[in-house]
């Protein structure tokens, strides 16, 4: 049972995929169509002909580029592809690369668990937020931004008042209930902190300037009758302005203020006679014939003209520049104030703010108990992947499913009762200590998260898998054909995919499974036209020997039978018995597929003798059989000459069979020429070849010739049911040319 649901039954209607390629990456020209009656297509091809250039292609659609030659840059690539009629979209085409460590799906956020969660943590948040923006506001005007200012002020909150910017403003709340406002408020926080200004100001002759006028300033302020060191302008001022909000002279008081210069004491009565005894006070100091004079010796080093709003402004506010002196207890002072004035919008945040966070911790806690769709597709891929040293699991469920964040993987090793858990920040280590194939499994559940996502949104999407069972073990490539299974089966889906593959054990595979019916698998081939791709039969990928069994009458598939009886002789009894003598009908078989001695006399009887012995339910062919089988043999070879390109599975073992017999009768009767007692019956063809270039070093042409022949046809020759795609992968146009090569130059 996938996280996907039921299983995919075959489609009534066929999608048809057209593709038009020129130009694009090695591909010279291919032109197909592709329909799919069933969702899964297999493309064979041998390495070199066109996956990766089909690829590479589906890729730049993918992204919205043009393919492109790379070899020939000037020539102009056509890529045209169509499903049913209609040009495919790029956001329709995913490409699955064999490996990509790059890759990084970036669809995992949307794999959300819990909607009505991540709604009510939203609404917590959106008033929270709302009551934020109404602050900042409000504090922007304050500290002389403007309201349309895009200040951050979250960074200066958190450094002026420490901690994080909500737990900062909540903390002060007590103290800023009991603060009394002042003309601090009105102070310009963006011209007083300026960066430039603050540079200016730090600097050694700039603050030792500031350092003379505040001592000043406070010897003048200590024979004030009103104002003292600790007492500044602002802090009367803060009094006059409480005194005046409650009705303090109304009510029929007075205060004394108390000069303890003279100590005289001087009555007032009046919220004006204060206000104007202030202002006097003010007046007096700043204007002080030595305060002034320390004053301009300070205005003096202002020549810069990006320092001129400052200049212009301390000009106008000497009392502020004493308290410069101390810029981190001015900054505090400033925000206070500010925070003060805005004390509505201040308040009303921080209660948005303490109200939502009960609300927000127990949404966390139901989002962490929660499973998210990605929690799901984790545990489809340990369900898949069992044979991998780890399981996954997902740390930060909260987070990804409230905030939309990417889940952070957490890897968990478990070993003889111990167990070790890697974060996803220790990815990298982890990877270290895993084989290549290990490493790849955590790039395919990306991939599944992707495909996830697309099944879910239900996104047409045709898929290109490109060789993606490389690199994996058997334990661990079944894995993979489970997911393409998925991919491929999922009722209710608008996927398509291309599996391209050079493996034709991986291909044998996902054809048995119906992922790719055979009906639906192509052999791939370079032709004078360009690249063809060749329908494949059923009996072609899981039995081809068995579909002969019919066709034995056909001269290329008697010739092809020899290695396949010779195979099975080997498999069941053996090439030797129990005695350690030779197997006679598989010594036999050998002198039919290698040149002995005795290989010339043997004719089509010996070769039906020996078949009737081992394949009882089989009907050897009517044929004359007198002839020699070697006779046979290159006749039929001849005629393979004339077949066209494609799968030609016979064709292909006949003319290899006949390169191989051509060539060691070449070899045998050279070096028989200068050895005449050479004895072949136990040599192997690559002992003849040393041999032969033992004695014939100067002929150049002939070894590399004969080379050829041995570095083609062994694996053509001795192949079996298992195991035939080096045959496959093999071209008709380069056997024919080599068996034409052979027979001329090695006569």
């Not at 694009?24 to 297509?41: M, N, Q």
């Not at 009565?269 to 007096?284: H, N, P, V």
């Not at 879910?456 to 079944?478: A, E, G, P």
């Not at 597929?593 to 339910?617: M, N, Q």
Request: with cysteine; glycine share 4%; hydrophobic share 40%.
């Amino acid at each position: 049972m996938t996280v996907w649901g039921v299983n995919y039954l075959e489609n009534n209607v066929a999608d048809k995929l057209n593709i038009n390629l020129r130009y694009c990456y090695g591909i010279g020209k291919l032109e197909t169509e592709l329909e799919f009656k069933h969702k899964g297509y297999a493309i064979y091809a041998p390495n070199g002909v066109m996956k990766t250039s089909f690829a590479k292609t589906m890729m730049d659609l993918s992204e919205g580029n043009t393919p492109k030659d790379l070899h020939f840059p000037d020539r102009e690539p056509t890529c045209e592809i169509t499903l049913n009629g209609e040009a495919i979209k790029k956001e329709e085409i995913f490409v699955v690369k064999s490996y990509d460590d790059k890759f990084s799906s970036s669809q995992v956020s949307t794999l959300l668990a819990n909607a009505e969660l991540r709604a009510k943590y939203e609404g917590i948040h959106q008033s929270i937020g709302e009551a934020k923006k109404a602050l900042d506001k409000a504090l922007r005007n304050a500290a002389g931004f403007g309201e349309r200012s895009r200040e951050n002020l979250d960074p200066i909150i958190e450094d002026v008042f420490g901690g994080s910017y909500y737990e900062a403003l909540s903390a002060i709340e007590d103290e800023l209930n009991e603060l009394h406002q002042s003309d601090l408020g009105k102070a310009d926080y963006k011209i007083l902190y300026d960066p430039k200004v603050q540079q200016f100001l730090a600097s050694e002759d700039v603050a030792a300037a500031v350092e003379d006028f505040a001592q000043k300033y406070d010897e003048i302020t200590e024979q004030s009758p009103i104002l003292r060191r600790d007492f500044q302008y602002h802090h009367v001022a803060q009094v006059q302005q409480q005194l005046e909000a409650n009705n303090f002279f109304n009510a029929g008081h007075s205060i004394s203020l108390a000069d303890e210069n003279t100590d005289q004491k001087e009555e007032v009565s009046s919220d004006q006679s204060l206000r104007e005894r202030i202002e006097e006070e003010k007046f007096r100091v700043l204007n002080d014939e030595a305060v002034a004079k320390k004053f301009d010796t300070f205005n003096s080093k202002l020549k810069n003209k990006e320092l001129q709003a400052f200049r212009d402004y301390i000009t106008d506010n000497k009392h502020l520049l004493p308290m410069l002196n101390e810029p981190e207890g001015l900054k505090r002072d400033l925000w206070m104030q500010y925070l003060r004035a805005a004390l509505d919008e201040y308040k009303a945040l921080v209660s948005e703010y303490r109200t939502g966070q009960s609300a927000l911790a127990e949404i966390i806690a139901d989002a962490d108990s929660s499973r998210g769709d990605w929690d799901a597709v984790v545990a489809d891929f340990n369900r898949r992947f069992l044979y991998l040293p780890f399981e996954l699991s997902v740390d930060n469920k909260a987070d990804a499913i409230l905030k939309g964040s990417a889940p952070s993987i957490a890897f968990i090793i478990k070993d003889a009762g111990e167990e070790r858990r890697y974060a996803s920040s220790e990815k990298q280590e982890l990877l270290r200590a895993l084989s290549t194939g290990e490493s790849r499994a955590l790039y395919i559940l990306d991939i599944m998260y992707e495909v996830f996502v697309r099944w879910k949104n239900r996104t047409k999407t045709l898929f290109v898998f490109d060789d993606i069972s490389d690199s994996f073990d058997y334990k661990n490539k079944f894995a993979i054909i489970d997911f393409l299974e998925d991919v491929t089966k999922t009722e209710d889906t608008n996927f398509l995919a291309i599996v391209l593959t050079h493996n034709f054990d991986f291909l044998r595979t996902v054809s048995s499974r119906d992922i790719c019916p055979a009906h639906q698998c192509r052999l791939a081939f370079r032709s004078d036209d360009g690249i063809k791709l060749e329908p494949f039969e059923r009996t072609d990928i899981q039995s081809p020997f068995r579909k002969w069994q019919d066709r034995l009458a056909e001269p290329s598939v008697l010739i092809a039978y020899i290695p396949f009886l010779r195979n099975l002789i080997e498999y069941t009894l053996g090439p030797k018995d129990a005695d350690g003598n030779p197997n006679a009908d598989y010594l036999q078989l050998t002198r039919m597929l290698h040149f002995k001695d005795e290989t010339e006399a043997l004719t089509i009887e010996d070769y039906k003798a020996v078949f009737e012995r081992h394949l009882s339910g089989c009907t050897f062919p009517d044929v004359d059989l007198t002839q020699p089988v070697i006779e046979h043999l290159f006749a039929t070879a001849d005629e393979c000459e004339k077949v066209a390109d494609g799968i030609n599975l016979e064709q292909k073992i006949a003319l290899s069979i006949a390169i191989r017999m051509r060539a060691e009768r070449y070899m045998v009767a050279k070096i028989r020429s200068a050895q005449e007692e050479f004895d072949v019956s136990n040599k192997q063809t690559g002992k003849i070849f040393q041999k032969f270039k033992d004695l014939f070093n100067n002929e150049a042409e002939k070894i590399g010739l004969l080379r050829r022949v041995n570095l083609i046809t062994p694996a053509n020759i001795h192949l079996n049911s298992f195991m035939y795609e080096p045959i496959l992968d093999m071209g008709m146009a380069e056997l024919v040319t080599l068996y034409q090569n052979v027979k001329s130059d090695l006569n």
